[in-house]
């Protein structure tokens, strides 16, 4: 013996059930653009949106953490490019960005030497503590957390 199948029910007897339930119901509303307002988008024309400066030689523990804040920074910050330095040379070349996530000052000085001017002014470069020092010291992870709040909101495509 089987029983008919249900068939499911329409949006007008869906109304009608969430108003007899008393429940106002919210559709999602959606951009022309397809994107929500205030979310940071990769901009076509500009190819990388954030590169990440490392020193060469960081922990693994180092690494992770970097990694989580990253994360945590939202989607471009954790798929931005990582470029190391190791000897006051950048390992690879640097692509042009957006934005420069840079930790410490002898990475910030080998980024300089590689951009060229133009890039370097329209580029929003951020500078954070070196990952050693993010790791043992509180005041040094508060300038990480608004060193990425900044380049958020850098990212930040406005929309209209």
Do not use: N
Not at 28 to 39: E, H, I, N, Y
Not at 129 to 139: G, H, K, N, S
């Amino acid at each position: 013996m089987s029983l008919p199948l249900r068939q499911p029910a329409g949006p007008s007897h869906r109304s009608r059930v969430l108003r007899a339930l008393g429940l106002t119901p919210w559709v999602r509303r959606a951009m022309p653009g397809g994107s929500a307002v205030g979310m940071p988008q990769a901009d076509a024309a500009a190819g990388v949106a954030c590169v990440v400066v490392l020193p060469a030689g960081c922990s693994t523990r180092e690494l992770d953490l970097l990694g989580r804040a990253l994360t945590a920074g939202g989607a471009l910050l954790a798929r931005a490019a990582r470029v190391s330095v190791s000897g006051a040379q950048l390992a690879t070349p640097v692509p042009e960005a957006r934005a420069y996530l840079v930790f410490g000052e002898a990475q910030a000085h080998a980024l300089g030497r590689c951009l060229s001017a133009a890039v370097m002014q329209q580029a929003q470069i951020v500078l954070a503590d070196e990952p050693a020092l993010v790791l043992t010291r509180a005041d040094a992870k508060r300038r990480l957390w608004s060193a990425l709040r900044s380049l958020r909101r850098a990212l930040v495509v406005p929309v209209g």
